[in-house]
């Protein structure tokens, strides 16, 4: 199990850069899928950038180029840069693990808070739900 918690979010204008930061209260590393994932007011939750145990990421079509998801072992912290913001990205950000996340981030799911990768492999859902943080882009 793991019990994470974000950080580093914001309020930054339109072009600027903020690094969002995800420890593993736990202080030991698995090597899950972890998965950045965003809600904005009114919106549904849906993943951003997927990480899995091998280092490859994955990215909606949205930020690509864009943000840019790493993690460091040695510290149980998962980080998103997020460059060239635009207010789109304005929502809470969020950051849980699966198992694993063959499908990538562009076949994960959200119904509500209950977020699943699906692939030819099965369904992993992600758990380890923090509180989120905030990330405001104003234009």
């Known amino acids: 199990q793991v019990q994470l918690q974000e950080s580093g979010g914001g309020s930054v204008q339109a072009g600027g850069s903020l690094r969002l930061s995800c420890t593993n209260s736990k202080r030991t590393y698995t090597p899950y899928c972890m998965g950045w994932f965003r809600q904005a007011p009114a919106g549904e939750r849906e993943g951003v950038a997927h990480i899995d145990r091998y280092g490859s990421a994955s990215y909606r079509d949205s930020v690509n180029d864009r943000f840019t998801v790493s993690q460091d072992n040695a510290k149980a912290t998962l980080y998103l840069q997020m460059n060239n913001l635009k207010p789109e990205d304005t929502a809470v950000y969020y950051c849980?693990?699966?198992?694993?996340?063959?499908?990538?981030?562009?076949?994960?799911?959200?119904?509500?808070?209950?977020?699943?990768?699906?692939?030819?492999?099965?369904?992993?859902?992600?758990?380890?739900w923090g509180q989120g943080t905030q990330v405001t882009v104003s234009s």
């Open positions: 849980a693990a699966a198992v694993d996340c063959p499908g990538g981030v562009m076949n994960t799911i959200c119904n509500g808070a209950n977020c699943y990768n699906q692939s030819p492999k099965g369904l992993h859902h992600f758990s380890g």
